[in-house]
Nanobody
Framework: QVQLVESGGGLVQAGGSLRLSCAAS????????MGWYRQVPEKQRELVAA???????NYADSVKGRFTISRDSAKNTVYLQMNSLKAEDTGVYYC????????????????WGQGTQVTVSS
């Protein structure tokens, strides 16, 4: 069993900053890509940023230059530093990780956190 536990969401004024964290725990063999997705009402969940196991990041165009994704592989943790926040960044942010379990090391499954609310007031 794997758990992804997120923290760091909240309410912030436009122009402010927040840092999200997501820690994976369980009987993990390895973690491939980790990422953050955002969902707003009546819209599909969309990728905000992702990072490979080697540390290569990928960002949505809307957050390039403002958000930074990083990971601490020793802690199975991914971070999202969000600067210069805008009202349109508001949403529920979900952590995602592509994980191989010790019991099934040749199979990669998607795991999701419970979501953390980010609200940016204008």
């Amino acid at each position: 069993q794997v758990q992804l536990v997120e923290s760091g969401g909240g309410l912030v004024q436009a122009g402010g900053s927040l840092r999200l964290s997501c820690a994976a725990s369980g009987n993990i063999f390895s973690i491939n890509d980790m990422g953050w997705y955002r969902q707003v009402p009546e819209k599909q969940r969309e990728l905000v940023a992702a990072i490979t196991s080697r540390g290569t990041p990928n960002y949505a165009d809307s957050v390039k230059g403002r958000f930074t994704i990083s990971r601490d592989s020793a802690k199975n943790t991914v971070y999202l530093q969000m600067n210069s926040l805008k009202a349109e960044d508001t949403g529920v942010y979900y952590c995602n990780a592509k994980i191989k379990m010790r019991a099934t090391p040749f199979r990669t499954d998607d795991y999701w956190g419970q979501g953390t609310q980010v609200t940016v007031s204008s």
